[in-house]
Each structure stands twice: as structure tokens, then as C-alpha cells.
């Protein structure tokens, strides 16, 4: 992503947030998450992660051979997936809060343990902080005190992963890289890490109001916008379905057009390819300005309820869109 358009998500990112929106799988889709319950599925995933040279057959030739060509897609495979875990949070210590920075860490050394042989410790992301202001790290630490606190934590493994692995006495430890986190009280979410930072605490589940906000073009003339704002409806019908299927999408998506090609989302900041397709699909025909290109960024932001409901006539090119229906077993779920 040029500097371009990380000045355009910069620019769209709501009010109080002073980072850049993280740009999620930027170019593909993101990849399915796997859930490792506990022991018995880190046990597997070890089996799959173990170096080729490690590997022992039985067999012939042909069995051995076939076996290893098994096995290395397998590791592929695993190397490849990203996967979630979810611990209690009551025998994790923090660090000391820090106040001037609104940071909560984890006290190292820590690990997640899924039994009692089977730990994961952070490689990268040490102390998974958190930003979070003073009455915030208090929820956290009287959920903590409650017995109700429970750590989420979505990660991928090192290029050459492998687990430290006894199957005999059952013991497995394994390395991994943090991509998201989030401190959860029961359902409730009580802070985010990592790429899911700057996503809502309330989801559209949970009573959280969806808004659709068109930007001044970062390139090009002023027209383009209107002819974005043209399309309001069909982008907060976009936002509406989106948000079906996953209660907290929020980000900057970026449009270019140009005379050369028609619409295309050269920014994407939602970690949500089926907003971006569609947003896209509306788009389409946007008329090309009369030289160079245009792109015109689009903030789908989630209000929350009390702000919402103050805000009875959005300024600007905001839209405010209808919340849907959200599933009866809806929970928010990892971001991307």
C-alpha cells in the first residue's frame, strides 16, 4: 500500500483513534481460522508440524515416499492457517498499568496454556498490550478478580515452526506470532490488540448503530465524491449485509477510478472481502475524471449506542444505516 493511501485510512479513521487503520490481507482473502480447543488439538497440529528429516515411516520405499509427500502438504497446510485460542485470564499477572501511555501488558514470562502439558508462548507481540484508559484496565482486572476474564488470541506460526513435543508424557509447547487479541468479560468485549485494535468494543449485535461516511478524494477532482455519495444507498446496503454475516466489520475502503479502467478498491482496511467486492460491484460505473485518476475514501464505522443516538443528522457525506437483523447465536467474533 503506497503512502498515498495509508494518508487516506489516516485521514478516514473516526475521531479519538490517532493510528492507521491496519490494512487486513491486503490483495487476497483472509484465511480461515482454526480453533485449538485444548491439548489434544496442539497434540495434532504438533504432529503436523514436524521437519520432514524428523519424520518416520513405515513401509517400502513407495509407502515411505508417499507418506512424506502426505506429510509435507500437511505442514503446508498448517504453516499456512492461522488459528484462535481462548484461555482463562485468572492466573495470567499484568504488569504494572501505564497510566501516560493507556497500556496494559502481561507480566513476562507468560504462556497460554491449553492443559497441563500443553502450552503456546508468544514469539513475537510479547505481553500482548492492550489500549485501554484507566477505568478500562479496571473492568479487565475486577473480571479478572471475578473469575469471569478470558484471553482470546488469534495467531499465526513462524516460517519454520515446530513444537517442542514429548508424545510419551504428553508435553507440547509451541512458538506463535499474535495477530489479534481481545480481554473478554463473558460475551462482553473489554479491550482489543494487535491488527483488531482500532474494531468497535460494541458490535452491530450488541446494539452498535452502522455508519457510512464518504471522504474528499485523496486524488483527484471534487466531483468524484459526489458521484460516490450517489451510490449512498447501495453502499449502506452493502454495509448492512456485511454486517449480517460478521457484527463487527468496520475500515477504510479506498476506491480509484481512472480513465483507463473502471472502479477498483486500491485500500482496504475492513479485513472484509465480500464488503470490498461489493462495494466494488456498485462502483463500477462510476464516471473516470476528465484526467489522471480519482480515489475517494469510504469509512464504514460502528457507533456506539449512546453516541448514536445523539447524532440525529450526520454532517458532511455521512449516512447512517439501518442496523440489521443480527443472528440469534450472534457473538463478536475475531476480527481478521
Known sequence: MNAIFAAALLAAAPAGKGTTPVVRHEGQPAPEVRTLAGPRELAALCGDLTPLERLRTKGDALDRGEA?????????????????????????????????????????PFSLVLGPRAKLWTASERGLPVDVDAAGARRILDAQRAGRLTLAVTFDLPEDATCGAEPRLGTYTLAVDPVDWRWMDGATTLARGGAN?????????????????????????????????????????CYADALRADPAVDGV??????????AVIA?????????????????????????????????????APKVAGAASAPAGGAAVVPAPAAPAAATAPVGR
Open 68 to 108: 512424506e509427500v502426505r506429510h509435507a502438504g500437511a505442514r503446508e497446510e498448517a504453516l499456512s492457517s492461522r488459528y484462535e485460542v481462548t484461555v482463562p485470564g485468572g492466573k495470567l499477572a499484568f504488569a504494572p498499568y501505564d497510566g501516560p501511555e493507556r497500556r496494559l501488558t502481561l507480566a513476562e
Open 253 to 262: 475502503l479506498v476506491v480509484e477510478v481512472s480513465q483507463a479502467a473502471k
Open 267 to 303: 485500500a482496504d482496511s475492513t479485513g472484509a472481502p465480500d464488503l470490498a467486492a461489493c462495494v466494488a460491484r456498485v462502483l463500477a460505473a462510476l464516471p473516470p475524471p476528465a484526467t489522471g485518476k480519482a480515489a475517494v475514501p469510504i469509512r464504514f464505522e460502528l457507533v
Open 197 to 237: 485494535a482500532d474494531r468497535p468494543l460494541v458490535t452491530a449485535a450488541q446494539g452498535a448503530r452502522p455508519k457510512v461516511d464518504v471522504g474528499e478524494p485523496i486524488a483527484g477532482p471534487g466531483e468524484a465524491k459526489k458521484a460516490v455519495l450517489a451510490h449512498a444507498a447501495e453502499l449502506e446496503a
